[in-house]
């Protein structure tokens, strides 16, 4: 299933570098998600957008900008981050606000960002 | 008190095992609740939504009880290739995303 895309899958980053993370979906759908998921953690929901607009920030460092040009495509710029930041960054979209009622997500396959 | 809380196992069964998975979750007006299944190092797949009223999916029963804030999947007949961690999962306070429990690993033997 190709559904939603992400870019890279694999990353290895330092701290002093600026890199981005690319999510696209072909399912026309209009909420997109960025969740991090760390070994031993539950998938932590990090930006929720919403026909572009961003509705949620979850308290995540500002370290980490999202970006929604269209509702296609979703964007995560990082910069200066840590180790403790090393995990798999999944994208996911869904038809409407997976909160409002049987709307699920689907996922990307991820990106597993290592930063050194 | 976790958002959502999940028994993290593991489970191991045999083939053709019934297992039962149970969750927890603190926010009384979710609206929202589904199964995920992720395998090892690979991203989460709806495995089923969760009803008011129960439902069905072939081998898989989820049940909900809103009073006791409770969910649970039943699965049935157990394959090797039910082998997975299983993600419950219940939409936030705001009604704008969904948060996940940590999962429950499941083991099926031959």
């Known amino acids: 299933e190709t559904g939603v895309t992400q870019t890279p899958r694999h990353l290895v980053m330092g701290m002093t570098n600026k890199k981005s993370l690319k999510c696209e979906q072909h399912l026309g759908h209009n909420a997109m998600y960025w969740y991090k998921q760390s070994a031993k953690k539950p998938l932590e929901l990090m930006f929720v957008?919403?026909?572009?607009?961003?509705?949620e920030n979850n308290s995540v460092p500002s370290r980490f900008s999202p970006e929604c040009p269209n509702s296609s495509h979703l964007f995560l710029h990082l910069h200066t981050l840590q180790p403790e930041d090393s995990a798999l960054y999944l994208c996911a979209s869904s038809q409407d606000l997976a909160g409002t009622g049987p709307s699920p997500l689907h996922f990307g396959n991820g990106t597993r960002l290592t930063v050194t | 008190r976790k958002e959502v809380e999940q028994d993290p196992g593991p489970f191991n069964v045999p083939e053709g095992a019934t297992v039962a998975f149970n969750c927890t979750y603190s926010?009384?007006?979710?609206?929202?609740f589904f199964w995920y299944r992720q395998d090892c190092r690979k991203e989460p797949k709806l495995l089923m939504s969760v009803y008011s009223s129960g439902n069905e999916d072939g081998r898989f029963t989820a049940q909900l009880n809103r009073a006791s804030q409770y969910i649970s999947l039943l699965i049935r007949d157990s394959k090797l290739s039910d082998s997975a961690t299983y993600l419950c999962v219940v939409s936030n306070q705001a009604g704008t995303a969904l948060i996940f429990g940590k999962g429950t690993t499941l083991s099926v033997s031959s």
């Open positions: 926010n009384s007006a979710s609206q929202s």
């Open positions: 957008y919403s026909l572009e607009e961003r509705v």
